[in-house]
């Protein structure tokens, strides 16, 4: 009855890990993928404004005005946007199904956001990102390839090396 049982917990072990390293490897190949465009109306004209990652590096800040780590990380954000934005494009994200407009709003104005806000009013631009949490920040090179990808809230220095290494210069 023994000998029973290891196998049947072996193939348990082994099924798991199995499972483990194809969910792994599946997500990566997501974020590896070549991005097609963005088309997600702006916050501020209410228009349809297409992100074109090909005409430079692209930052996408994917938020909702509510978290804590989005509202922390916000004035690093801005502070890197004035720093790069000759460089590279810088987007915000919110995640409206999951938010109310008018506090996106006042996140916007508190956080003094030049940068263009888009609308993900459906929640498939953050599910197609990953969707694992607040904020998210997904770095897109000219050839549309994510090249980083950051989940929660870090220090201005480790997020600037992400905004380097978008650049080539890491």
């Not at 049947?8 to 465009?37: C, D, Q, R, W």
């Not at 800040?61 to 494009?89: G, Q």
């Not at 990953?130 to 870090?154: K, Q, R």
Request: aromatic share 12%.
């Amino acid at each position: 009855m023994n000998k029973v049982v290891k196998i049947t917990t072996g193939t348990i072990i082994i099924a798991a890990f199995s499972l483990m390293v194809y969910l792994g490897y599946s997500y990566l190949n997501k974020l590896k993928t070549e991005l097609s465009s963005i088309a997600l109306s702006e916050l501020s004209t209410g228009e349809e404004v297409a992100v074109d990652f090909a005409e430079k590096p692209t930052v996408l800040s994917i938020f909702t005005s509510w978290c804590p780590y989005c509202n922390e990380d916000a004035p690093k954000m801005v502070a890197l946007h004035e720093k790069y934005k000759d460089r590279i494009n810088v987007y915000g994200i919110n995640v409206t199904n999951r938010d109310e407009l008018s506090e996106v709003k006042s996140y916007v104005e508190q956080h003094q956001i030049t940068y263009p806000v888009l609308l993900d009013k459906t929640g498939d631009v953050y599910k197609y990102y990953g969707g694992d949490g607040f904020p998210a920040l997904c770095f897109v090179n000219t050839d549309g390839e994510i090249i980083d990808y950051i989940i929660g809230s870090l220090d201005q220095d480790e997020i600037e090396a992400s905004f380097k290494k978008l650049l080539g210069e890491t």
